[in-house]
């Protein structure tokens, strides 16, 4: 009897879900369907993994062990939440690990350098809209900064709420926590943003 | 309405409606409330101001061979799925008590082994009348930790943490 409820609840979390359907396609052994699921995911995945570690570089290795782990985990999956639940709680799993562990600092440092080169080469290149560029490439350090000062759980749960659009529970979900939890970490996490990039409007 | 400035439930109703994901008509109130209320106007165009700036950050865009470095490592690295086949054990309802005959029967190697010291028997009278009872409770036990245990593996077969 609860196996046939388990069930009906996955048949219900996949009814709604189409990419937990494609998932448990994976699952039967039909790969065409994770190639879809790649191709629908990788980017948003990628984009929340820069703006966590802000190292495109880094991103797109974390993103690969995410899809790995995915893959690999085919056969055990059961659709109890949103496929995109899953997989952003994946990522930020792992976003949290390589912060811990200061992967990222190492290329974000030189990261850093090959744009302040960038933008005195365009200074002193003489064209009308290298002082704009400066000011606009100013102006992204500043929210990246902005960001990347917020405690990692508070940027977790603003990059999933802002660039996401995930609600409560999935953010609660994602960063194995409660509803009530979620809202605070936004509510300090936008208070500190405030305090920092209010003066752009 | 109470001022949205006042508590932190409230507030949420400030940060919904600069996401724009607040119902019209709630978002119709607010504007109300918002209107005439100086600390809630600051509030909230602090916080569009803040969704403005996030909105002008984007992120590069990904690289041309990203899928096929993926498909090179889940190509390269083969991953021995223990689960798939120890799995559908899990999911026998004879396996716990399979498992706790199996506890009883090394035990029961461990203590008859050569050279094993014998321990000082009970009078008979007393081990009739003392040891079935917490047998069978000690052997409901197990039997309940292990398909504790059981679904336990069960439900942590979808956790990512792996």
Redesign the interface.
């Known amino acids: 009897m609860p196996?046939r409820v388990h069930d009906n609840m996955a048949g219900a979390v996949a009814a709604l879900d189409y990419d937990a359907e494609l998932m448990l396609r994976v699952k039967d052994g039909d790969s065409a369907s994770f190639a879809v699921l790649?191709q629908k995911h990788?980017?948003p995945v990628?984009?929340f993994l820069?703006?966590m570690v802000q190292n495109?570089a880094v991103a797109?290795e974390l993103?690969?062990e995410v899809?790995?782990?995915v893959?690999?985990?085919r056969?055990?999956?059961?659709p109890?939440a949103k496929f995109t639940t899953?997989l952003f709680?994946?990522a930020t799993?792992l976003a949290l690990n390589a912060i811990r562990d200061g992967k990222h600092e190492r290329s974000q440092s030189r990261l850093d350098d090959e744009n302040s080169v960038v933008s005195a080469a365009q200074v002193t290149d003489g064209r009308p809209s290298a002082e704009q560029d400066l000011v606009h490439r100013a102006?992204?350090d500043e929210?990246?900064r902005a960001?990347a000062l917020l405690p990692d759980k508070q940027r977790a749960a603003v990059l999933m709420?802002?660039?996401h659009e995930m609600e409560y529970t999935q953010i609660a979900k994602a960063l194995n926590c409660s509803e009530s939890a979620v809202?605070?970490l936004?509510?300090r996490a936008?208070e500190s943003?405030?305090a920092r990039?209010?003066?752009?409007? | 309405m109470r001022c949205p400035t006042a508590n932190?439930g409230n507030?949420?109703l400030l940060?919904a409606h600069a996401?724009r994901t607040l119902d019209a008509e709630r978002a119709a109130v607010l504007e109300e409330h918002i209107a005439r209320c100086p600390a809630c106007r600051e509030?909230y165009?602090?916080?569009?101001?803040?969704?403005?700036?996030?909105d002008?950050?984007d992120?590069?865009p990904?690289?041309a061979d990203?899928?096929r470095?993926?498909y090179s490592?889940?190509e390269a690295?083969p991953?021995w799925?223990f689960?798939?086949f120890l799995?559908p054990l899990f999911?026998l309802r004879a396996l716990p008590v399979a498992a706790a005959a199996c506890l009883v029967l090394a035990a029961a190697a461990w203590l008859e082994r050569p050279g094993a010291s014998t321990p000082a028997r009970a009078p008979q009278s007393a081990a009739v009348q003392a040891l079935p009872p917490d047998q069978a409770e000690n052997t409901l036990q197990e039997m309940e930790m292990i398909q504790d245990f059981s679904s336990l593996v069960q439900a942590d077969?979808?956790d990512?943490?792996?």
């Open positions: 196996d790649l990788r980017s990628v984009h820069y703006r495109q797109e993103a690969q899809f790995l782990r893959y690999r985990s056969s055990s999956y059961e109890a899953w709680r994946i799993h102006r992204m929210i990246r960001i709420h802002k660039y809202k605070s936004l509510f936008y943003l405030r990039l209010a003066h752009m409007a | 932190q507030a949420e940060l996401a509030y165009a602090a916080q569009v101001a803040v969704w403005a700036a996030l002008s950050w992120a590069p990904l690289s990203f899928d470095r993926l490592r889940i690295a991953h799925d689960g798939r799995r999911g077969s979808t990512p943490r792996m």
